[in-house]
């Protein structure tokens, strides 16, 4: 039996991992044994990403893969052991904590480390980098009691880190040698523009000076710099970015041959002047001489290598020569971007360029003299880069000048359709626009080629790419989206499904069944438009199953219930109702996060039983099953806590109780915090309302979940009568012109014109439609009728709720349940044997 | 009036009477030999029967889906993962590796 050839791995960074996925995918990792040796304290993460640890993100999110990537493929993973020596006369590598492993072949992916200059001052404490996880904790942790923070470089690591800084409430300078910020990526006019921006976002900027000394106070902390023209700057601390440096120091120690300037050499396979040893990511020096300090070369030296290993000497198919170092800044609020031949170094090549120095709007593009895009820069605005990148290298189909212009003035804005196929869309995995068209729909394409998975400013064109990007349409029934349909419906007071399909569906559905989709859709509308009871006549065929039952279906086809507790407070004795009710029949009870107790494992026909008890005691329909107002979180505020500057709980309860039963687009979540300290979450919500002095803040458009978004601001102080009327606008506007399933965040981004436009809505009444919308809302207000009440009070209702139509006191025996922690859980593994058994 | 299902060659179960199904929603059937049923009827008040049974969960939920109508053929969504299946053909439509049951159905006088 021969033992299996080891693979050694040193570095688990962006690269690293990205050569592991390459092993694993050519079954590599199947018959060779996988060793990595990771520096870091956890396993490779989104470096490029980095900074969105500040808005929100943790380190969790941030993590490379699967997360069992490494158990799958039998990948030995060694967190927080570095390399520290080779030996390639044995074949050996050493770690810190002294294994050592034998390689047949061995890689390194050790990236770069932060040049920090070698002035003096530069190890006080208040120094920092940029570049890993860790780096950011500290600085987050060291910011707390700083006040200004002082960035040593205007690249573009060194911008991202001063947004950073600033984001973390520091007054913010940045110190740049050169004479403008992003020297590397931008020319003077984008860099002048750039500068305008910068400042306009609060930084302070120093162009043309260098930083001669970190000053310290007696203890040793940092309390300023001094720089090359004389003058000093006070600051708490300092971030070094100038620049990165290859780490090949263990290729050095070993022999292997490292280039003039650093970076370890290596042929187009990747390989080092050892054949036994590659290089690939940030510390490789590639055979056109360059050292990439982007990720996206990165990972085709990465496919590169695993290629080359995986195949046959002879075959070595792909070959790294060289990249593209197109970049797109990902700093909030400023657009940067530079492509291709940024700074026209082609023989001949021509500019052309559009610059508004008033808005800090400059873009160029390079031409060689043939009419090919070769390059460009874009400062201010580039939303163009994702459609001039693919065109780089092909004549253009419009002229140059049209490409950048203002728009309104003579520009053309190309559409994705005017790609070539093979024009590389995604950059960071280079995958090109006849890839993406062959999926059809997002997922699939990052399933299936990656694209979109890296930094993801390809996302936006993705999406323009794949199909249905022409027909707006909710479906396959109708042409129309849900705001145009709401119209019709409203103006042309239909009140039925069908009418409405055979007269405005699309040809071939109408006289049809509809579909999913769009039955629920039209049922919203109906309802918010009628405010009638949802499960008569006609519209009880539309209603999703949820509405249907009037509960949320579970896995195992039990529902579970939510009864409504406004604002979150309830009695001693309608918490004991809940438990006695749970316990008498069974349900797993839990706390919400919501503010409230859902109880799961009911049979539809107990639905009515259950909810009998509960009306009884006083409890109504919490609408956790509708496209409905949820919950009104609270905060115990004025009337508790020595904080509290009104009364948030008699708040959040009228507002839930206003707008109990609503149906809108998607779901409704609100909060009420009794002061700034902010604890019902309110900024979290599609309406949240903060306590002030003077009255009320109120805030839209917040949202938890997959893609949170903090709310905005709409308006301040406002009394309780003025804040009610605003938020009846808000949300009827809302419900009016929103699309199927798009919560307030994703509306309110879509909204031309976004917050002011609301504003002049809802505020200022532009459109004269305020007094509408008002009316609408209390016509709600004034209809509404607990759903559950109704139903358990009329037998032909309620003769729906049974398992069986031809046996209606039979439970379904196949929901069952098992025991957990004292409570029930479904029996999946009887619906599974159910399966076997039947088929 | 009642809906009758085909259960095996030649006998016909009576399931419910006609006027228990709302168009365009289900209702499930217990059917002798434990196995269930879900039956609908469309707009034009056509009756189908294919099996509860929703393969990609093991719920026995197809009952409670919405059913409607695309390229001409009827089918039903599953109210879990919402895949559609043809109420005539059982076959899953986004997934053709999939399918449920169907039973031949017919009106009853009785
Ligand atoms: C029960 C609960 C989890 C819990 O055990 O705490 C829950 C459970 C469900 N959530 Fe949730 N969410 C619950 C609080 C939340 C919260 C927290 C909150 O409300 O403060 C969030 C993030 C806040 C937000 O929505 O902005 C949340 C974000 C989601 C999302 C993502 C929404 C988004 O905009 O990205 C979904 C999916 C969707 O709605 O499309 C979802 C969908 C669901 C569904 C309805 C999934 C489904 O279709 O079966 C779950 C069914 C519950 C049931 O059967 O009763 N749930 N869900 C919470 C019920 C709160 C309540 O009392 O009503
Ligand atoms: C804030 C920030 C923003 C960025 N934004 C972008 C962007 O927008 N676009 C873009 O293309 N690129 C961007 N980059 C650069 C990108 O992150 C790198 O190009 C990429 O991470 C390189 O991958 P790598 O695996 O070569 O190096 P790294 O990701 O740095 O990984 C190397 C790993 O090796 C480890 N290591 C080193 N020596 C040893 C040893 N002896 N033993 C064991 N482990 C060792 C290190 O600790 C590190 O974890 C950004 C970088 C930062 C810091
Ligand atoms: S938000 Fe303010 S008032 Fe409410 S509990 Fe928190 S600190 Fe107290
Ligand atoms: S270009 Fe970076 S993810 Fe596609």
Redesign the pocket.
């Known amino acids: 039996m021969s033992t299996p050839p080891t693979i050694v791995v040193v570095g688990h960074g962006m690269v690293g991992q990205r050569f592991l996925e390459a092993l694993a995918e050519r079954g590599v990792t199947n018959r060779a044994r996988v060793v990595v040796l990771c520096e870091e304290p956890r396993p490779a993460y989104d470096r490029v990403q980095l900074t969105s640890y500040f808005s929100g993100r943790t380190p969790d999110d941030l993590a490379l893969g699967e997360p069992d990537f490494m158990d799958r493929h039998g990948i030995e993973l060694h967190l927080d052991d570095p390399a520290t020596a080779i030996d390639r006369e044995s074949r050996t590598v050493t770690s810190r904590a002294g294994r050592t492993f034998t390689y047949d072949t061995l890689v390194l992916a050790t990236g770069s480390y932060p040049f920090v200059p070698p002035v003096p001052g530069k190890d006080a404490e208040g120094c920092f980098v940029y570049r890993t996880i860790e780096d950011l904790l500290a600085i987050e942790a060291y910011a707390k009691t700083a006040r200004t923070g002082a960035v040593v470089g205007g690249g573009l690591l060194g911008l991202e880190a001063a947004g950073a800084l600033s984001g973390l409430g520091l007054a913010t300078h940045v110190v740049e040698f050169a004479p403008r910020l992003m020297p590397v990526q931008v020319d003077e006019g984008g860099g002048a523009a750039l500068l305008r921006t910068i400042e306009g976002m609060g930084l302070t900027v120093h162009t043309g000076v260098g930083t001669q000394a970190v000053t310290t106070d007696d203890a040793g902390v940092v309390n300023g710099m001094s720089l090359s023209d004389g003058s000093t700057l006070e600051t708490d601390l300092v971030v070094f970015s100038a620049g990165v440096r290859p780490r090949d120091q263990l290729a050095r120690d070993c022999g292997l041959s490292v280039g003039e300037r650093g970076g370890i050499a290596v042929d187009e396979q990747c390989r080092t002047s050892d054949p036994a040893v590659f290089a690939i990511g940030e510390c490789a020096l590639a055979v056109d001489g360059r050292v990439y300090g982007l990720v996206a070369p990165g990972y085709e030296m990465a496919e590169t290598a695993a290629e080359t290993i995986a195949g046959t000497a002879e075959e070595a198919s792909k070959a790294f020569t060289g990249a593209d170092m197109s970049t797109k800044l990902k700093l909030l609020g400023v657009d940067v971007a530079s492509f291709g031949d940024a700074h026209g170094h082609a023989e001949g090549c021509l500019d052309v360029t559009y610059s508004d120095s008033r808005s800090g709007v400059y873009k160029k593009l390079v031409v060689s003299p043939d009419g090919k895009l070769l390059g460009g820069v874009l400062v201010g605005d580039a939303d163009a880069y994702a459609m001039l990148r693919p065109l780089t290298g092909s004549v253009p189909p419009v002229a140059p000048e049209q490409l950048i212009a203002p728009a309104g003035s003579g520009s053309v804005t190309l559409g994705p359709s005017s790609l070539p196929d093979d024009a590389v869309v995604c950059n960071c995995h280079n995958v090109t626009k006849g890839q993406v068209t062959a999926c059809s729909s997002l997922p699939e394409v990052k399933k299936c080629t990656k694209a979109g998975t890296g930094c993801g400013s390809c996302v936006k064109l993705i999406g323009q790419l794949l199909p249905q990007s022409g027909d707006k349409g909710l479906c396959g029934c109708f042409p129309h989206t849900r705001s145009e349909l709401y119209e019709i419906v409203r103006t042309l007071r239909i009140t039925s499904y069908a009418t409405l399909l055979d007269s405005h569906g699309r040809e071939e559905a109408r006289g049809g069944d509809g579909c999913e989709i769009c039955k629920p859709t039209v049922g919203s509308i109906l309802a918010s438009l009628s405010n009638g009871y949802i499960l008569d006549g006609e519209q009880a065929a539309l209603q999703d199953t949820?509405d249907h039952f009037l509960a949320?279906?579970?896995r195992n086809g039990s529902y579970?219930i939510?009864p409504r507790i406004p604002g979150g407070e309830v009695t001693p004795e309608k918490l004991i109702v809940i438990g006695e009710v749970a316990r008498d029949f069974g349900l797993y009870t839990?706390?919400?996060?919501?503010?409230?107790i859902?109880l799961?494992g009911a049979r539809v026909e107990q639905l009515p039983l259950i909810w009998t008890r509960l009306v009884d005691a006083g409890f109504e329909s919490?609408h956790?099953y509708g496209k409905a107002l949820?919950?009104v979180?609270s905060c115990v505020g004025q009337t508790w806590c020595r904080y509290g500057v009104q009364d948030s709980v008699r708040m959040a309860i009228d507002l839930e109780l206003r707008y109990r039963g609503l149906r809108a687009p998607?779901?409704l979540?609100s909060a009420v915090s009794g002061c700034a300290r902010e604890c019902a979450?309110a900024q979290?919500?599609?309406f949240g309302v903060i306590a002030t002095a003077n009255g009320w803040n109120l805030y839209v458009g917040?949202?938890?979940?997959?893609?949170?978004r903090h709310a905005d601001l709409l308006a301040q102080d406002l009394s309780d009568a003025e804040l009610v009327r605003l938020i009846d606008r808000f949300l009827m506007f809302y419900i009016r012109t929103a699309d199927r399933?798009e919560?307030t965040?994703t509306w309110l981004e879509r909204l031309e014109g976004g917050l002011d436009h609301l504003r002049d809505v809802v505020v200022h009444d532009s459109l004269g439609i305020c007094e509408q919308l008002e009316a609408m809302m209390a016509t709600h207000v004034s209809g509404y009728r607990d759903e559950w009440a109704e139903t358990i009070n009329d037998p032909e209702r309620l003769s729906r709720f049974v398992s069986f139509v031809n046996a209606p006191d039979a439970p379904d025996p196949s929901v069952r349940f098992v025991p957990e922690r004292d409570q029930i859980k479904p029996d999946l593994t009887f619906l599974t044997l159910e399966g076997t058994r039947a088929g | 009036m009642t809906l009758q299902l085909r259960i095996d060659d030649d006998s016909w179960f009576t399931a419910c009477a006609l006027s228990d199904l709302i168009p365009g929603r289900g209702v499930a059937a217990l059917l002798p030999d434990g196995r269930q049923a879900a039956l609908f009827t469309d707009r034009a008040g056509r009756p189908y029967a294919i099996e509860n049974r929703d393969p990609f969960s093991g719920a026995q939920v197809l009952s409670r889906g919405l059913i409607g109508s695309a390229n001409g053929r009827p089918f039903v969504a599953s109210p879990l993962l919402k895949q559609r299946f043809d109420l005539e053909t059982g076959l899953c439509l986004d997934d053709e590796t999939v399918a449920v049951q169907t039973f031949a159905v017919r009106v009853g006088v009785s």
């Open positions: 949820n949320n279906l579970q579970s939510v839990k706390i919400t996060g919501g503010q409230r859902d799961f919490g956790a949820r919950t979180k998607h779901k979540k979450e979290s919500k599609d917040g949202n938890g979940g997959a893609t949170p399933l919560r965040s």
